[in-house]
């Protein structure tokens, strides 16, 4: 059956930074929303590209060479095997499409690592 998926709607139905929520599948990827606030961890993915896709706020996505700064509408692909860390200055709104095996810490296993995702 189709469902017609309200990101507003979704985004409003959760408070938590950092912690993804499974909002549906497209084959073998996930489609995750995500509230940013302040810094994440340095880490990559092995064998997983990223796409980060922000809705509502402003990302800035840090390299090990450089940061790209990202505002509603703008998104950005990590190739698997970049370290990257997010940086959140306000909330920001962020779609991800990824692999429906990414951990969202990837290599770094902390308290911020979502081992199971909610679907909302």
């Known amino acids: 059956m189709l469902e017609k998926i309200d990101l507003a709607r979704k985004f409003a139905a959760f408070q938590d ?3 993804p929520k499974l909002v549906g599948d497209v084959n073998d990827c996930a489609i995750k929303l995500v509230k940013l606030r302040g810094e994440f961890v340095w880490h990559h993915h092995a ?5 980060f896709l922000v809705v509502k706020g ?3 996505m840090e390299l090990r060479d450089g940061a790209l700064e990202l505002g509603p509408g703008e998104l950005v692909i990590v190739p698997r095997g970049v370290e990257h860390r997010p940086v959140a200055l306000e909330e920001t709104h ?5 692999p429906a095996t990414t951990l969202n810490t990837g290599d770094v296993h902390d308290e911020r690592t979502v081992e199971r995702l909610e679907r909302i």
């Not at 064998?47 to 796409?51: Q, V």
């Open 94 to 98: 962020v779609l991800l499409v990824e």
């Open 17 to 19: 930074a950092w912690s």
């Open 58 to 60: 402003r990302l800035r």
């Open 47 to 51: 064998r997983e590209d990223e796409l």
